[in-house]
T-cell receptor, first 117, second 109 residues
Framework: GAVVSQHPSRVICKSGTSVKIECRSL??????MFWYRQFPKQSLMLMAT?????????EQGVEKDKFLINHASLTLSTLTVTSAHPEDSSFYIC?????????????FGPGTRLTVL | RKEVEQDPGPFNVPEGATVAFNCTYS??????FFWYRQDCRKEPKLLMS???SGNEDGRFTAQLNRASQYISLLIRDSKLSDSATYLC??????????FGTGTQLKVEL
């Protein structure tokens, strides 16, 4: 099956720093990638939809200037949490939707656990 | 009201038992339906899609009732390895997935 990787898997940082998370589709081309956030005991919440070569579409309530998304190629999307604060501590998960052969399913990365001190 | 509602559980069942989870969704325009499984501190993994006619995959059976906006998952002969959180997921336009908060299952010896 399709594989999506995320890096790093875990990050601990000080308040005010920026953190970049990478999401890669390893064996297929992903025209669309999605970024989710999951707080403890809550459901995954979609943050934004990232399309290759165009600006991301953010969900209501998600600050686009705080959560910068870049989808520069068909296999890589990055999420940068700028000036992270403790309330940004969460489990960030990306998913990728492919081109032909993979269009009906989103494949999830293993997630990045962010802890902001 | 949440778009996708599930009983959070936990459901504690003995090994070998049959257990059923239910889910309701509020968006009548939802087009596709899935059950995902999420293990503790891991990403969700697709368990099965849910079709209007109902579908079965081994010990797992999924049902969809569009009129009642209701989805179910039946697990027969529960295994210890089935212990996880089961997420009910729908999609609307744009292939956006909407997740329920999940139902926790604990299968015990």
């Amino acid at each position: 099956g399709a594989v999506v990787s995320q890096h790093p898997s875990r990050v601990i940082c000080k308040s005010g720093t920026s953190v970049k998370i990478e999401c890669r589709s390893l064996d297929f081309q992903a025209t669309t990638m999605f970024w989710y956030r999951q707080f403890p005991k809550q459901s995954l919440m979609l943050m934004a939809t990232s399309n290759e070569g165009s600006k991301a579409t953010y969900e209501q309530g998600v600050e686009k200037d705080k959560f910068l998304i870049n989808h520069a190629s068909l296999t890589l999307s990055t999420l940068t949490v700028t000036s992270a604060h403790p309330e940004d501590s969460s489990f960030y998960i990306c998913s990728a939707r492919g081109t032909s052969g993979f269009t009906d399913t989103q494949y999830f990365g293993p997630g990045t656990r962010l802890t902001v001190l | 009201r949440k778009e996708v509602e599930q009983d959070p559980g936990p459901f504690n069942v003995p090994e070998g038992a049959t257990v059923a989870f239910n889910c309701t969704y509020s968006n009548s325009a939802s087009q596709s339906f899935f059950w995902y499984r999420q293990d503790c501190r891991k990403e969700p993994k697709l368990l099965m899609s849910v079709y209007s006619s109902g579908n079965e995959d081994g010990r797992f059976t999924a049902q969809l009732n569009r009129a009642s906006q209701y989805i179910s998952l039946l697990i027969r002969d529960s295994k210890l390895s089935d212990s996880a959180t089961y997420l009910c997921v729908t999609t609307g336009g744009g292939n956006k997935l909407t997740f329920g908060t999940g139902t926790q299952l604990k299968v015990e010896l």
